[in-house]
């Protein structure tokens, strides 16, 4: 294709605004962030509760590898209390994790943070309904407080029990029926209660970047001019509104069984135990692609910029984005495979997750392929990209053997299916969301991090992931089933790697975090455009004004990079010039589509 | 048609290596059912197909981060920004792979899903937290005794809350929900012992809802189910009582030993006079232990879940166990070992004649 620069934009160079007007000081004083509408206020207020969230579910996980180092019972000498102990670890670990951190996380942070300034808008289409999803999210999380803190109470104090009931939760962060409704050891109404609270700030999230998408989006930018991230969170959005509703009502109807007995699911009510799964499946499969959509969008925007190529295939990756949010609500019966449903049923939700899994294989091409001929800084954010392509690889062709029916008897609910989901989930979710944190923590708080503590702690929560999660696909295929709190002495020796490598990944964790924290005390001053990028967002300073930016922006092709160019004094990137861009060799200027 | 491509891969020379052996491999426990090499067969190659896929992938990515690094004098080339030629190939080669597995899959599962007409019938039950086994002859086991060579219908059902059955040499897998009954089968190919695992998560001891499959000879097999439906007669009843306390599942949750555990312990429970129940006080007698084998949400002990599971239990085997608990409490009243040989005005008695048991 050739190269022609549509000749009407206009390209102001960013006037950098006195210090007292970016949006993290122009208001003081708590009520300031409390009640604030700015976007980005509260894309940070997610992160303080999102990340403290995600080292909750952490400690959780650490706490069960723990327990898992050998046969024998870790924690407790009593063997009755050590399984109860660690049967409410994995729930909670996965309740938390799923909730409060991987959920919110993407959408919640990054794309409250960048997407209005991606579209050169000064907020979201409704900065107020904005605010009230973030304190929907705390309100939820407050429930999950309330239950952890009962737990941890009873076990203290053992005869506040018979006071205020049990707490806790361990059911499993799926609450399958009747064990869900009929237990008596754990908080099981508090919990779901507050899981149907989130789902509100989740639904709320969704609206309101609709809205913003269709609403808000600048002069120049078409629908097919748009960054892909944004894509990736339209699509989210519409799987958020469109399946967190069928959870809420699924949840209250399992409080309505457990506290009212309105028999739908428990047998001895005249209930069907696997409707429940149907119900619960039918939202939480679409909310993994909830979770890998946004990721994919990072990742197509942190390959290009940092290749210093315009992203390969634009139009088939946005429009996957919106084939794999259709198609995965139909392939929900797949966890279902051993329930008793019938072979045709199989066969339907079979056939239909491989077609659910062509459009992430494509995006995979399409990324790999933006490398050729580039340009490649392996900065902090490109390092997690690339790690993140190699993990999503693994995680993807692992659902293949899950897909199929006759492997997923086999390995239905071992450490196959727990390795595969934590390859995709953790691997792929977690690893793309810290290459943008690390991405945009330049824009969002006008630092720089320290590029060597980041690539070691990416390296460090590479291995430490790899070395936790790659064993347990050999001891699943083996036989090893999940959720269990001891095993046969044969799988000891995957269960010690296994946990040895979740500590060394919550040590690079550590690493990341304070990599961050020490870059936000003594960080080197960021410039507009240190990755050269040319999506809007790098078009105002860093951080940004209150009111995003001090001009009125026009959009151009968003990977576009040939008007910018380095500057080494000051580590980041000016627009050129007229003359200067005129006096480039015509290959040279942008590549557009 | 489509079974060419299968006949030749499983008779052919390159995938033979992988699957030809039914013993333990590096991803697969050893082959012990009809069904497993066919599961192992599409696992390898959806396996080798992901593992050239991602070696593709992964070593494309890193050929071209290495030769495209960011380094003093280099500047990233115009290319194209979109190919539909690349673009429709890595879409339909991806689509023809996904679809053969698909089909194999398929295949492989409706032959687990359709038990042969003249299966065997067992019948298994589960609860928290063990499996009781029924055999056609009216033995019941918690191991699952099976015939080699012999297709066996498994009719699953569960007293309490979703269990699964899962095999992991026969490959097989399939949930026990309560309400309602699932049908699996399996034709075990060897004999042997092989490790049966509950795989849906119920609850507290889950992890030790474990039992074994073991597959005998034809005549083996009905020798074993046979002493297993008469065995209660030929055992002491406190023996009798010690193996049942085992076989249905009591030790999950009671020790013998006086140690805590998620029901009350044994060890010196029989003939205790102040048993404290949630709402009143027992003695723990012969009538006490019956009710609470047979309504066992009726009377919860003070401190306790009322978690006990129904469980189908015999008169005769309530007996045993009764006998059990008794041999095992220091407060029940001591057995008479032997004739006494003073009568209660002190004349001397004669020990009873003793009858000559019939042989059989």
């Known amino acids: ?593 | 048609m489509l079974d060419l491509p299968v006949y030749f891969l499983t008779q052919g020379w390159i995938v033979l290596p992988l699957i030809a052996t039914t013993g333990k491999r590096f991803w697969m426990p050893e082959q012990a059912s009809t069904y497993a090499g066919n599961i192992d067969f599409v696992f390898y190659f959806t396996y080798w197909a992901s593992a050239i896929a991602c070696v593709l992938i992964v070593a494309a990515m890193i050929l071209m981060v290495i030769r495209y690094r960011r380094r003093p004098g280099h500047r990233e080339q115009p290319s194209p920004a979109h190919s539909t030629a690349l673009e429709m190939t890595w879409t339909l080669v991806p689509s023809v792979v996904f679809l053969m597995i698909f089909y194999w899959g398929f295949k492989g599962f409706l032959d687990i899903a359709t038990p042969p007409d003249n299966a065997y019938e067992i019948h298994v039950t589960g609860s928290k937290w063990n499996w009781a086994f029924s055999y056609p002859n009216g033995a019941v086991s918690s191991e699952l005794h099976l015939p080699v060579n012999t297709p066996v219908r498994l009719t699953l059902q569960s007293t309490d809350v979703i269990h699964s059955i899962f095999v992991p040499a026969f490959r097989m897998k399939k949930d026990l929900v309560p309400g309602r009954y699932n049908i699996t089968w399996v034709e075990a190919t060897k004999t042997g012992t092989f490790d049966l695992y509950c795989a849906e998560y119920c609850g507290t001891s889950h992890s030790e809802m474990i039992t074994r499959a073991i597959v005998h000879e034809p005549g083996e097999f009905q020798a074993k189910i046979t002493e297993l439906a008469n065995w209660l007669g030929t055992v002491t009843p406190v023996e009798a009582g010690a193996r049942l306390y085992k076989e249905k599942g009591c030790i999950t949750c009671h020790t013998i030993d006086g140690k805590a555990g998620t029901g009350p312990t044994f060890k010196n429970l029989f003939g205790t006079t102040d048993h404290e129940l949630r709402d009143k006080t027992v003695t723990v007698d012969a009538n006490y232990i019956r009710e609470s084998i047979v309504t066992p949400g009726k009377e919860i002990v003070k401190g306790y879940q009322n978690q006990m599971p129904v469980l189908k239990v015999s008169d005769q085997e309530i007996t045993a166990i009764i006998e059990f608990l008794k041999s095992i409490s220091d407060k029940a009243p001591k057995p008479l070992e032997a004739w006494p040989t003073e009568g209660q005005n002190g004349q001397q008695q004669e020990a009873p004649p003793v009858v000559e048991e019939a042989k059989p």
Request: charged content about 10%; hydrophobic content about 50%.
């Open chain 1, 1 to 593: 294709m050739s190269a022609t620069v549509t000749p009407d934009i206009d390209f102001p160079s960013p006037v950098p605004p006195a210090k007292s007007a970016n949006y993290l000081t122009s208001r003081k004083g708590l009520l300031s962030w409390a009640l604030t509408v700015d976007h980005k206020r509260i894309g940070l207020m997610y992160m303080v509760g999102v990340l403290s969230a995600y080292l909750l579910g952490g400690v959780f996980a650490l706490a069960l590898r723990a327990e898992l180092i050998n046969p024998e019972a870790t924690f407790f000498a009593d063997k009755t209390q050590a399984w109860n102990f660690y049967n409410q670890m994995f729930t909670l670990h996965g309740a938390v994790m799923v909730f409060l951190f991987i959920i919110p996380a993407i959408p919640a942070i990054l794309g409250n943070f960048v997407l209005p300034i991606m579209l050169g808008a000064k907020d979201v289409a409704f900065p107020r309904m904005n605010l009230a999803s973030f304190y929907l999210w705390l309100f939820g999380a407050i429930f999950f407080a309330y239950v952890l803190l009962k737990g941890i109470l009873n076990t203290l104090f053992p005869g506040l029990e018979s006071f205020w009931g049990p707490g806790g939760l361990e059911t499993g962060w799926t609450f399958y029926t009747p064990y869900s409704t009929t237990t008596g050891n754990s908080a099981v109404v508090a919990a779901t209660l507050g899981a149907f609270i989130l789902g509100f700030s989740s639904i709320l999230t969704g609206v309101n970047f609709i809205a913003s998408i269709h609403m808000l989006r600048p002069k120049g930018m078409t629908w097919f001019r748009m960054p892909l991230l944004l894509w990736a969170l339209y699509a989210t959005s519409i799987i958020q509104i469109l399946a967190t509703p069928v959870l809420g009502i699924t949840l209250l109807l399992l409080v309505a069984e457990k506290v009212l007995k309105v028999g739908i699911f428990d047998p001895n009510l005249n209930g069907d135990p696997v409707l429940y799964q149907h119900f619960f499946w039918f939202y939480s499969h679409p909310a993994v692609y909830i979770m890998i959509l946004p990721a994919m969008g990072i990742l197509s925007e942190l390959i290009s910029v940092h290749s210093r190529k315009h992203i390969f295939g634009y139009k088939f990756i946005a429009l996957s984005s919106l084939a794999i949010a259709f198609i995965g609500f139909l392939v929900w019966g797949h966890h279902m495979f051993t329930s008793g449903q019938s072979p045709l049923a199989n066969a339907i939700f079979s056939v239909l997750t491989f077609v659910v899994a062509v459009p992430s294989a494509i995006k995979t091409f399409n990324w790999v392929s933006t490398l050729y001929k580039a340009n490649i800084r392996l900065c902090t954010p490109m390092v997690f990209a690339l790690m993140t392509i190699f993990l999503f690889t693994i995680g993807g062709v692992t659902g293949l053997f899950l897909g199929c029916l006759n492997t997923d008897i086999h390995l239905h609910d071992t450490y196959f299916i727990v390795a595969h989901f934590h390859y995709v989930m953790m691997g792929s979710v977690l690893f793309a969301f810290l290459g943008g944190v690390y991405h945009w923590f330049p824009k969002m708080f006008g630092k720089m991090y320290n590029e060597a503590f980041g690539r070691f702690a990416a390296v460090i929560v590479f291995i430490g992931f790899n070395w936790t999660f790659f064993p347990q696909f050999i001891m699943g295929s083996q036989g090893m089933p999940r959720r269990y709190a001891t095993y046969p002495e044969q799988f000891t020796s995957f269960h010690l790697n296994s946990t040895l490598g979740a500590f060394t990944m919550g040590l690079g964790i550590f690493l990341v975090l304070l990599s961050l924290a020490h870059a936000l005390k003594w960080g080197r001053t960021a410039p507009s455009n240190p990755w050269g990028g040319n999506t809007l967002e790098w078009h105002t300073t860093s951080p940004p004004p209150t009111e995003n930016f001090s001009y009125t922006p026009v959009a151009d092709d968003p990977y576009d990079y040939s008007r910018w160019h380095y500057v080494s004094d000051e580590k980041g990137y000016r627009p050129l010039t007229d003359e200067e861009y005129a006096k480039l060799p015509d290959e040279y200027k942008g590549i557009h589509h």
